[in-house]
């Protein structure tokens, strides 16, 4: 059961960012909308479960969520730029990457040569399977450029903040459905800052805003059981698995968004999924 419970997160946030680019409005309308939704669950769970939480950790879940909200704008606005299929496997190679790093230089997850050696060769397997899936045509005329790689890597930075927090000393002890609820706080307040400063207090009147919350629901339903899973079956594992939704939002915008691309581009985009998702489960064995 633990298993299936831990699929959830990859479907759900497979299929979130088919909808938003589905529903449309500008990225920081649809990072709102999906903090709106969150909230909307995490409060549901918060009234059912009642964790306590002290005031510390409640502000440190805030500021993470707040750093999540970053690397959501960044996802979004690649996908208006150079479309889901290309986005969504480099987004997941440099969380991975980024996540593994943290997890190897800062908490010395991986000790001994073997699981160094393991590690970093299935890394390798991602970093070559998103180069892979970002391939172009150069007949179609359009590609990924630097500028574009770079611009999703630095606001990926967010994400791997936030997924770092949890293993901080702070939170470290605190329960997982606690956090939850101030972290969904933390990406509607940092959004909202970010909407105040850049349009003014009109944007709330954009229908955007609001037409996202289902992506929302989406993802809060994603991260209740992104923490059952990890309860389950180990956090590890449970990211692993959760990732796996580069497959569905991959050939999600290919099929259901009908982003062009040439059987050239497709042959290596499938061979690069397919690296992707090898090196991700093979981080399990580090």
């Known amino acids: 059961m633990g298993y299936l419970i831990a699929l959830i997160p990859a479907v759900c946030w497979g299929i979130m960012p088919l909808i ?12 709102f909308g999906i903090g ?12 059912l479960m009642r964790p306590s939480i002290d005031l510390v950790p409640f502000i440190v879940a805030i ?3 707040a750093c999540w909200s970053i690397g959501q704008f960044g996802q979004f606005a690649s996908m208006k730029k150079i479309g889901v299929s290309n986005t969504m496997p480099l987004s997941t190679a440099f969380q991975l990457i980024g996540n593994t790093l943290v997890g190897v230089c800062i908490f010395h997850e991986w000790r001994g040569t ?12 991602v970093v070559v399977g998103a180069m892979l899936t970002s391939i172009t045509d150069r007949s179609s ?15 990926t930075i967010g994400y791997v903040i936030y997924s770092a927090f949890p293993q901080f000393p702070v939170l470290a002890h605190t329960d997982s459905i606690a956090i939850y609820l101030p972290e969904t706080m933390g990406i509607l307040i940092g959004v909202t800052i970010y909407q105040l400063i850049t349009e ?12 996202n919350i289902l992506s ?62 090898i090196g991700a489960v093979a981080t399990v064995f580090a």
């Open 36 to 47: 709106l939704g969150a909230l909307i669950v995490s409060v549901i769970s918060m009234l």
């Open 114 to 125: 073997k699981e160094i050696a393991i590690g970093f060769i299935a890394l390798a397997f």
């Open 20 to 31: 938003s680019t589905k529903v449309g409005g500008s990225s920081s309308n649809q990072v």
């Open 63 to 65: 500021v993470s969520g």
């Open 141 to 155: 005329g359009k590609s990924v450029t630097a500028k574009d790689v770079i611009f999703l890597l630095l606001t």
């Open 200 to 211: 003014g207090p009109k944007v709330f009147k954009q229908r955007g805003q609001y037409a």
């Open 216 to 277: 929302g629901l989406l993802w809060g339903v994603a991260g209740l059981s992104y923490i059952f899973g990890a309860r389950a079956i180990g956090i590890t594992v449970a990211f692993i698995f959760s990732q796996m939704n580069v497959i569905i939002s991959t050939l999600g915008g290919i099929y259901f968004l009908h982003e062009s691309k040439s059987s050239f581009e497709m042959r290596y985009t499938m061979i690069g999924l397919v690296l992707v998702v």
